[in-house]
Nanobody
Framework: QVRLLESGGGSAQAGGSLRLTCTTN????????MAWFRQAPGQEREAVAS????????YYADSAQGRFTISQDRAKSALYLDVNTLTPGDSAMYYC??????????????????WGQGTQVTVSS
């Protein structure tokens, strides 16, 4: 059974930075894709960034280009999301997800079978 556990959320000031961490009970390379999604109240869950752990390729949503960086630490079975220049619009629940196969592509919600419980990020101005 795949387990994903997010950490690193909390309250932050606009303009600041934070790092979210997702730890998994499997080697990250076991998953076809690993990704970060976010969901704000009243909005649909949206992809932020994804990675093909075996090869290291990364994929970003258009809205995430430039301020978000996804990375992995295979030794720690960890996936990271670094966010810079935070804005109140980044406030959301952030979820880690893992895909067993290619599915509909790296940024499609339907591609992911395994989800963490989420970590809340709240950015104040």
């Amino acid at each position: 059974q795949v387990r994903l556990l997010e950490s690193g959320g909390g309250s932050a000031q606009a303009g600041g930075s934070l790092r979210l961490t997702c730890t998994t009970n499997r080697d990250t390379r076991w998953h076809y894709y690993m990704a970060w999604f976010r969901q704000a109240p009243g909005q649909e869950r949206e992809a932020v960034a994804s990675m093909y752990p075996l090869g290291g390729q990364t994929y970003y949503a258009d809205s995430a280009q430039g301020r978000f960086t996804i990375s992995q630490d295979r030794a720690k079975s960890a996936l990271y999301l670094d966010v810079n220049t935070l804005t109140p619009g980044d406030s959301a629940m952030y979820y880690c997800a893992a895909a067993d196969h290619r599915g509909s592509g790296p940024l499609a919600t339907a591609s992911y079978q395994h989800w963490g419980q989420g970590t809340q990020v709240t950015v104040s101005s």
